[in-house]
């Protein structure tokens, strides 16, 4: 009689069989995790951007250069060309209601400041929408505050931070100064202007940057503009480049036509070199 039945030697030969193939995986699994290492390859998650989105603290800002050529170069006045670091880009608001950032972004547009509030208790209906479509568009973004004397400075200020935090990888925050909108009051310049220091002050705070200043001719004229020492500035020159030679973005017409957008729209150059970091 043998001393193993059929049965016991097959039961014998499957054990041995899965233990061979064990052996063999582990082999495997520790030889691809040894070249994973030595190659200095990331694990599975964090290769993953989805598993480890960057936050907007830890963004830094880049602004794409503008192609050669972009059809939105079509908007620069006649006989001007983009210099060296310059790059085109627009600012909107919900007036040019819903853009396609693609089509934009495919225009050779580069950078946007975008409405993001009025006065206190206003957000434009579209910022939220725009910020994001411009971002997946590979277009940096900038937040910009309508400002007016209707209401206190700091209050204006909350409001605007509550809508856009810091967010290191945007355009600086931009001030903007003019008496076009619903807001008629006209207090005397002290008062003015200790009401715009409030709010500079706590958006710079905030952001840890100097705030871009904007202003109408209007505006300059009845209060002067004292905020605009030391800090970045956007000027508006239709025809040619603006006789400041230190300004960080221009803005050089009011009606210009980029693909994406079925109304008209702004059109700016900036030269990031002169937004200034702190």
């Known amino acids: 009689m043998p001393r193993f039945s059929r049965a016991d030697i097959y039961r014998r030969q499957y054990k041995a069989i899965v233990v061979i193939f064990a052996v063999c995986f582990a ?5 691809t995790l040894v ?6 390859q990331p694990s599975e998650s964090r290769a993953n951007p989805a598993a480890a989105p960057t936050s907007a603290k830890a963004r830094v800002m880049t602004i794409p250069e503008t192609p050669a050529n972009a059809p939105a170069l079509s908007n ?3 006989g001007v060309e983009l210099t060296e670091g310059e790059s085109l880009g627009i600012d909107v608001s919900s007036h040019q209601k819903t853009i396609n950032w693609g089509d934009v972004a495919d225009a050779g547009v580069s950078f946007a400041y975008i409405k993001a509030t009025e006065g206190s208790g206003y957000t434009d ?3 939220a929408a725009n910020w994001k479509g411009a971002w997946q568009a590979g277009i940096t973004p900038g937040a910009y505050h309508y400002f007016t004397l209707c ?3 700091a209050q204006q200020a909350r409001d605007f931070l509550q809508v856009a935090p ?3 990888g945007a355009l600086p925050p931009a001030l903007d100064l003019e008496f076009d909108g619903a807001c008629e009051k006209r207090p005397e310049a002290e008062h003015a202007n200790a009401e715009v220091e409030a709010f500079v002050n706590a958006v710079e705070k905030a ?3 100097k705030l871009v200043v904007y202003s109408s001719k ?3 004229q009845h209060y002067d503009l004292p905020h605009a020492d030391g800090r970045p500035d956007w000027l508006f020159s239709e025809h040619q480049r603006p006789d400041q030679e230190d300004w960080a973005v221009w803005q050089l017409r009011f009606d210009g036509a980029v693909e994406g957008s079925s109304t008209k729209v702004d059109i700016d150059v900036i030269r990031p070199k002169h937004l200034k970091g702190e």
């Open 125 to 127: 209906p579209n910022f």
């Open 76 to 78: 620069l006045p006649r």
């Open 207 to 209: 952001w840890g940057r």
């Open 166 to 168: 810091p967010d290191s």
């Open 35 to 40: 070249n994973t290492i030595a190659a200095g």
């Open 218 to 220: 209007e505006w300059r």
């Open 151 to 153: 209401s206190p400075g």
């Open 27 to 31: 082999l495997v699994s520790i030889v």
